[in-house]
């Protein structure tokens, strides 16, 4: 999603964890690294606020604040956000201009702190969507679809699934695989890895959304980014 609003001119903020090799990684703009310069700057802005709290941050919440700082600074027009663990008391979850909440397959994990069953974990996870927006959502099974729902029609948020039935024409072999969801045909995902199929759809879906919300998305940036989207370590 972030190398495709790249590529559709927008100036795009990208905040992941963990990294692979630098923690640089975890902030970008149009794809590119913060510097160990600018990230030294932030956080001595950061550090003269959090040594006088009384209740100290944690690391992460410590890196998503100094992040808010540096794509605010930055002028982003958009951001692609990763959660943490993901949902209602994540971290990430303060932000209040969401345009739309972005879900990929919700399983068993984190179950220390966002439960026990599916079905609470989605509940959690669901906290990060605002209202009045529109939730996407890569095809889940059926009781966690039905948690999402809930939680969208409670906020008054359009609610979207990516159907298994509207990914065709499959072709997957290493390093080119092509694929048609709905009426955009022949794509090319970056990424290898049958799943990666199922993430590029979500993607696709994202920026139908996107567009909806009066973004300027092109096909061509569509389909460029998604071929020239690159994830190190993924494998």
């Known amino acids: 999603l972030s190398a495709i609003l790249t590529q559709a001119g927008y100036r795009v903020g990208l905040y992941t964890s963990?990294?692979?090799d630098r923690f640089n990684e975890r902030f970008r703009i149009?794809?590119?690294e913060i510097s160990d310069a600018a990230f030294a700057d932030l956080v001595s802005q950061g550090r003269a606020v959090w040594e006088t709290m009384e209740d100290k941050p944690t690391e992460f919440e410590v890196i998503t604040a100094l992040a808010f700082l540096y794509f605010a600074q930055s002028a982003c027009d958009l951001v692609v956000l990763e959660c943490g663990m993901g949902g209602m008391t994540d971290a990430t979850n303060v932000v209040k201009t969401t345009v739309i909440s972005v879900f990929a397959e919700i399983g068993m994990d984190h179950m220390g702190f966002l439960g026990n069953t599916v079905e609470e974990?989605?509940?959690v996870k669901a906290g990060i969507i605002k209202p009045g927006t529109i939730a996407v959502s890569a095809a889940q099974r059926p009781e966690v679809s039905a948690v999402l729902q809930k939680t969208c029609a409670e906020k008054d948020t359009e609610y979207r699934e990516v159907r298994k039935s509207d990914i065709k024409d499959v072709r997957?072999?290493?390093e080119n695989q092509t694929f048609t969801y709905k009426e955009e045909t022949k794509l090319k995902p970056g990424l290898t890895g049958s799943w990666q199929i199922d993430n590029a759809a979500l993607a696709v879906e994202a920026v139908q959304a996107l567009r909806d919300c009066g973004w300027n998305i092109s096909d061509e940036a569509l389909r460029k980014g998604l071929t020239e989207t690159v994830w190190?370590?993924?494998?």
């Open 172 to 174: 997957y072999v290493f």
């Open 232 to 235: 190190q370590g993924r494998f």
């Open 121 to 123: 974990i989605a509940a």
């Open 18 to 20: 963990p990294h692979l």
């Open 30 to 32: 149009r794809g590119e």
